[in-house]
Structures are given as C-alpha cells and as structure tokens.
C-alpha cells in the first residue's frame, strides 16, 4: 500500500471527533446542535465554560430575533425552552434631536403587512443562552470547558487542534466561533477589509410605565441611532449610539446621571423610565473577512463578519452562517464527500459571502447617511423616509429583508430539519 494512502487512511480512523468548533458563545452553540441535529459527532471548546455562561442573571441584553433565526431555533428545538420572548408588532423610523419630539416624517412597518405574523421577537439574553446550553448538552454535543483553541495544523485527512492546555484534538474540520479578533482566522492568514467608526453602542434595559403595544422605535440622532425594542411586560432593551469620546463619559456617569442623558432622547411617549439590569459599552466597527473558508477551517459569526448594529442583524446573520454551513456539511456527507475538502466549503462561502457583504455596504450606507446633522441630508432622507411610507409594496419588501425570509434561504431558516 502507498505509505500516503496508508497514512490517510490511519489519520482517518483516529479522528476524536467529527467536527471541533471553538467558541461557546450564541453562533458556537447554535452550530454545535445544528451540526449534532445532522448526525455529527462534535465537540465544543469553551475559554468560558457553560457555568459561567448559563447564569441567568438578568444583566440587560436582549436580542432582535428575525422570522427566520424564529425558524432556525425552532427546527433545532431551542425555540419551546426559551422562556420568555416579546414579538414586535411594529417598528416606527425617524430622524430626531435631544430635546425635541421626532420627525412627523417617519416610516412606519406593520406586522399586519405580512402574512408570517410578527416581524421578529426580542429574547433576553438570560433565557436564550441558558436554552441553547441545554439543547446542546441534550444532543450529546462532547463540551471541553475552560479551554481556548491555541494551535491548528491542517493535512490532507483532517486537522490537528491544539489547546491552551497542550492537549490535541484531531478533526476533520475547524469551525471558528471565536469572534471579531479571531486568533484562529488570524493563524490561517484570513485578513480583514473595515474600519471602526469612532461610535460606542451603550446598551442597557430600561422599565417603563406606559406599555409599549411591542412597537420598535428607531430614532436617528446626529451622533448615531437611538433603538428602543420592546421586551416582555412593560420593559424595552435600549442600544444608544454616540461617538467614543462620549460614549465613555457616559457609561461611567452614575445611573442617575445616565438616565437624565438618556431621557431627552428618549422622550416622555413611555412615561416615566428607571433602569433595568446593568449597562453596557461596545466599540462599532464595521470588519469583513477576505474569506470565510481556509484549509479545513469555516468562519462563523463574528469571525466571518462584524456590521453596524443599526439594522439589529448581528446574531441573525450568524444564525444564518450556522444554518448555511449546517446545510452544506450535511448534504456533502450523505453523498459521501469529505465534506472538509476545499471545494465543498466553498459551497458555504458562495452562499454566504455576498449576501454579509451586502449587509455590510448597507448597514454602513445608513449609518453615515443618517448619522450627522446635515440639513441638506436631514431632508433628503426624510424626504425619503416619507415616500417609502407611502408605497405599500416597498414598504412590505423592506419588512421581509429585515425578517429574513428573502433570498435562498437553507432549510433551518425555513424552518425544516436537516
């Protein structure tokens, strides 16, 4: 027997598992039960561990879930113990300054426009974190907690994964959930086209007095975008946007302090508003990965692709990266493929490149279009706020692509098992 063939065949045979993805967070997990829901064996490795992860301490972080990341939890049963969601019914844009009431120039989206019922759910991050946990530890996923992916080495049967520890586990693939600054990306010599936008999102969770009728509102203020997202009861998860400079002072005001910046943007339509959980600050920046496949090795997440938050689709093109990625592995094994091998990854890439790509030019467009106080463009784009208003088809198109249930959708995000 060829000494190649034969050690091919040996590294074949000695695989620990399937598929190692590095990274726990909201993409790891969800990929981790995507991939076992498929019949791989899988192991995920945790720098945080899921004690730490699974505390369900209501710390104010909340998600915008569309139609279709609704889909993806649902086929991969995460959707049923996630305890509390809040649908939005309704989301209503405009331009707005401190101090003073909105635009009456606005563009206003109704559930009712759509025959899918609500456009999205908010899920407070204590409820769905805990839920994908549990979902993966009932599919059998192998977990390796308080261990970061360190090393990798690829070869023409699978590849070698080193971890902080020294300990090695041998794959057939890599999938890197390790975010925006991902080491493993970095080792395999992925670069990065973006660029940080000198803003801060603070983000905290505010209590409210008048019921929000689970209305969305999107405020766009000189200094960055204002979003108020309902969430269950009276309660809405607010992502304020400034510059960094003032993001800083802000966050490390007292919340007396914080509230009273907080309320002339705000407004009064909710009544009077306390804070509900704890506060946070993330620098923005917009970063895009040259590619999403290297030699058995898929980027997922964030470390395929960071965007603006002005559109809340973060997690939701995420979930559609596990979804796509979930797909391809799949079918590529049922045919008998390895489904590693350069050309069947690239399947994953073809599919969810362009698609990030175009949410990055257009999350990136709006933010420098409505992010100043230009009159000129103040006009122009309420101007044309208005006149999308009035033209229901436009209307119900942009309902749908924020849903994201346009385009060729993999089969979770349609809502069917793999």
Same mark, same amino acid.
């Given at each position: 027997?060829?000494?190649?063939?034969?050690?091919?065949?040996?590294?074949a045979?000695t695989?620990?598992?399937?598929?190692?993805?590095?990274?726990?967070?909201?993409?790891?997990?969800?990929?981790?039960?995507?991939?076992?829901?498929?019949?791989?064996?899988?192991?995920?490795?945790? /720098?945080? #561990?899921?004690?730490?992860?699974?505390?369900?301490?209501?710390? @104010?972080?909340?998600?915008?879930?569309?139609?279709?990341?609704?889909r993806?939890?649902?086929?991969?049963?995460v959707?049923?113990? +996630?305890?509390?969601?809040?649908?939005?019914l @309704?989301?209503?844009?405009?331009?707005?300054?401190?101090?003073?009431? /909105?635009?009456?120039?606005?563009l206003?989206f109704?559930?009712?426009?759509? $025959?899918?019922?609500?456009?999205?759910?908010?899920? $407070?991050?204590?409820?769905?974190? /805990?839920?994908?946990?549990?979902?993966?530890?009932?599919?059998?996923?192998?977990?390796?907690?308080?261990?970061?992916?360190?090393?990798?080495?690829?070869?023409?049967?699978?590849?070698?994964?080193?971890?902080?520890? #020294?300990?090695?586990?041998?794959?057939r693939?890599? +999938?890197?959930?390790?975010?925006?600054?991902?080491? +493993?990306?970095r080792?395999?010599?992925?670069?990065?086209?973006?660029?940080?936008?000198?803003?801060?999102?603070?983000?905290?969770? +505010?209590?409210?007095e008048?019921?929000?009728?689970?209305?969305?509102?999107?405020? *766009?203020?000189? =200094?960055g975008?204002?979003?108020?997202?309902?969430?269950?009861g009276?309660?809405?998860?607010?992502v304020?946007? $400034?510059?960094?400079?003032?993001?800083?002072?802000?966050?490390?005001?007292?919340?007396?302090?914080?509230?009273?910046?907080?309320? /002339?943007?705000? #407004? =009064?339509?909710?009544?009077?508003i306390?804070?509900?959980?704890?506060?946070?600050?993330?620098?923005?920046?917009?970063?895009?990965?040259?590619?999403?496949?290297?030699?058995?090795?898929?980027?997922?997440?964030?470390?395929?692709?960071?965007?603006?938050?002005?559109?809340?689709?973060g997690?939701?093109?995420?979930?559609?990266?596990?979804?796509?990625?979930a797909?391809?592995?799949?079918?590529?094994?049922?045919?008998? $493929?390895?489904?590693?091998?350069?050309?069947?990854?690239?399947?994953?890439?073809?599919w969810?490149?362009?698609?990030?790509?175009?949410?990055?030019?257009?999350?990136?467009?709006?933010?420098?279009?409505? =992010?100043?106080?230009?009159?000129?463009?103040?006009?122009?784009?309420?101007? #044309?706020?208005?006149?999308?208003?009035?033209?229901?088809?436009?209307?119900?198109? *942009?309902?749908?692509?924020?849903?994201?249930?346009? @385009?060729?959708?993999?089969?979770?995000?349609?809502?069917?098992?793999?």
């Open positions: 027997m060829d000494n190649g063939l034969a050690t091919y065949i040996f590294t045979m695989l620990d598992t399937d598929i190692v993805i590095a990274g726990g967070g909201l993409n790891g997990l969800s990929m981790a039960l995507a991939l076992a829901s498929g019949g791989f064996e899988v192991t995920l490795v945790d /720098p945080v #561990g899921r004690e730490i992860r699974g505390d369900a301490k209501f710390d @104010g972080r909340s998600y915008a879930l569309s139609i279709a990341s609704r993806v939890l649902s086929a991969l049963d959707w049923a113990r +996630i305890e509390d969601t809040a649908p939005i @309704g989301i209503k844009v405009t331009d707005g300054r401190a101090g003073e009431a /909105p635009s009456p120039l606005m206003e109704d559930h009712s426009e759509i $025959e899918e019922g609500p456009m999205g759910y908010m899920a $407070e991050d204590r409820w769905l974190r /805990p839920a994908l946990l549990a979902a993966v530890s009932d599919a059998g996923v192998t977990q390796i907690d308080g261990e970061s992916v360190t090393g990798e080495a690829p070869d023409a049967a699978g590849v070698t994964v080193t971890l902080g520890s #020294g300990r090695t586990l041998r794959a693939l890599l +999938i890197a959930c390790d975010g925006k600054s991902s080491g +493993i990306a080792r395999a010599g992925i670069r990065r086209t973006g660029w940080s936008y000198d803003q801060s999102a603070l983000v905290c969770a +505010i209590a409210h008048v019921p929000h009728e689970g209305i969305a509102h999107q405020y *766009f203020m000189p =200094s975008p204002l979003a108020i997202l309902p969430l269950k009276n309660r809405a998860s607010i304020w946007t $400034e510059t960094t400079r003032r993001a800083a002072a802000i966050q490390a005001m007292s919340d007396a302090d914080y509230l009273d910046e907080l309320r /002339p943007r705000f #407004g =009064s339509f909710l009544g009077p306390d804070l509900a959980g704890a506060r946070f600050a993330f620098p923005l920046s917009l970063s895009l990965a040259d590619s999403f496949t290297g030699d058995r090795l898929a980027l997922v997440g964030d470390a395929a692709h960071v965007v603006h938050p002005i559109a809340g689709q997690l939701n093109a995420g979930l559609k990266d596990v979804a796509a990625l797909e391809v592995l799949t079918d590529a094994r049922r045919r008998g $493929e390895d489904f590693a091998r350069a050309d069947v990854l690239d399947r994953y890439q073809r969810r490149r362009f698609d990030t790509a175009a949410l990055a030019v257009a999350t990136d467009g709006f933010n420098r279009l409505f =992010s100043n106080d230009n009159p000129t463009l103040r006009l122009v784009r309420d101007l #044309g706020m208005a006149a999308t208003n009035a033209i229901p088809g436009l209307r119900r198109g *942009f309902i749908r692509e924020a849903a994201g249930i346009t @385009g060729d959708l993999p089969r979770l995000a349609k809502g069917r098992r793999l």
